[in-house]
């Protein structure tokens, strides 16, 4: 059992994972998914996400935090290049999950769900400014 649960952490803790990413996943006992409903396994591990950015004098502490995958954080500061409010509307919800000290409800994943596919209607088979496809297809499968 002990060697299960090693192997599980394994899929979700990247090699050269933050410290602070690790606490984080332990704290809000991170198993499936991570904040925005993406699947964690060993090619998408978790990552730690600053709700307020570093550049605007967010530290890097559990309070700031949000535990994303690699596919997820990619794809929201993608959308925060895009689209500033929709950014802003997500990680509203990540600082929300934070402060409940637990891991994401249905309702917010299904909100953060929501402004996804409003984001994907409008920018779907948009390029990025060197040429390359905005939503890529692993942006596009979220599984809560």
């Known amino acids: 059992m002990v060697l299960f649960i090693l192997l599980k952490k394994q899929l979700i803790i990247g090699k ?3 410290n602070i990413t ?9 198993q499936k998914i991570d904040w925005m409903g993406y699947k964690l396994n060993k090619d998408n591990p978790c990552t730690y996400h600053h709700i307020v950015k570093k550049e605007n004098g967010g530290k890097e502490k559990i309070e700031n935090g949000a535990i994303l ?21 997500i990680n509203n919800v990540l600082k929300q999950i934070n402060e ?4 994401p409800l249905k309702r917010q994943l299904l909100a953060i769900d929501f402004i996804l596919r409003q984001f994907e209607k409008e920018h779907l088979g948009d390029s990025t400014k060197k040429g390359k496809v ?3 297809n692993e942006y596009l499968k979220r599984d809560f």
């Open 22 to 30: 690790k606490i984080m996943i332990d704290q809000y006992n991170v």
């Open 69 to 89: 995958t690699k596919i997820a954080h990619e794809y929201l500061h993608k959308i925060e290049c895009k689209d500033i409010e929709l950014y802003n509307y």
């Open 100 to 103: 409940q000290g637990f891991g």
């Open 134 to 136: 905005l939503i890529k």
């Open 16 to 18: 050269f994972m933050k």
